[in-house]
């Protein structure tokens, strides 16, 4: 089963590019949708993590509220690692487990943020890396989250840099201007790994 990783930093635009290959019949594998299914009612990593931070990040319906539960792990490095450690190894193994229920596709496009953190390299078999500027991340980040400069800046800090993505990424996308064709490159890529896929 042929798989590529699709990552970029935050804010970047890999919901607005896994939308363009979902448009031409690739399935996507989200880790941003697994990890927050992950933490509705009923989930394990959902009781571990409304055990440990408490009511405070807990809405009336008993929903977690992902704001205040992200400004508690971006402004604390210790609970950062604490909520990852739970839930990285849940996230991986329900990719892998999708990956393998799409075995019938051409290839599948695996949505995963922090790629190169969380070292989810072995769960694909190329990495298409979102080339876009940190100012412009910041600006979509406030806008998106509704979030104040600073929280944006120290989110984009806990990540890699966009420079060290690129130099481990097999592909690149160009998302550095609002204006650019990104369906057109989308399109080349899909032909590519359409390609590649077959070969594999």
């Known amino acids: 089963m042929f798989s590529v990783g699709l990552t970029g930093g935050i804010a970047s635009g890999k919901t607005t590019i896994s939308n363009l290959f979902a448009e031409l019949g690739v399935p996507i594998i989200d880790t941003d949708v697994i990890s927050r299914n992950l933490l509705t009612p009923g989930e394990q990593a959902y009781h571990q993590v409304s055990t440990h931070f408490g009511s405070e990040i807990l809405q009336e319906d008993g929903e977690i509220n992902r704001s205040a539960l992200r400004k508690i792990i971006f402004s604390n490095p210790p609970q950062k690692i604490w909520l990852e450690t739970i839930l990285h190894p849940l996230v991986f193994q329900r990719s892998h487990d999708q990956i393998i229920k799409n075995s019938e596709a051409t290839y599948v496009l695996v949505v995963v943020p922090l790629l190169f953190e969380t070292n989810f390299q072995s769960l694909v078999d190329r990495i298409l890396v979102v080339d876009c500027p940190s100012d412009q991340q910041v600006e979509r980040l406030m806008k998106r989250d509704d979030i104040d400069e600073t929280l944006a800046h120290s989110m984009l800090k806990q990540?890699?840099?966009?420079?060290?993505?690129?130099?481990?990424?097999?592909?690149?996308?160009?998302?550095?201007?609002?204006?650019?064709?990104l369906a057109s490159q989308v399109a080349t890529l899909h032909r590519s790994y359409t390609i590649l896929a077959a070969d594999k």
Request: aromatic share 0%; glycine share 0%.
């Open 159 to 181: 990540q890699l840099s966009n420079t060290e993505r690129l130099q481990s990424a097999h592909d690149v996308i160009n998302n550095r201007e609002d204006a650019v064709d």
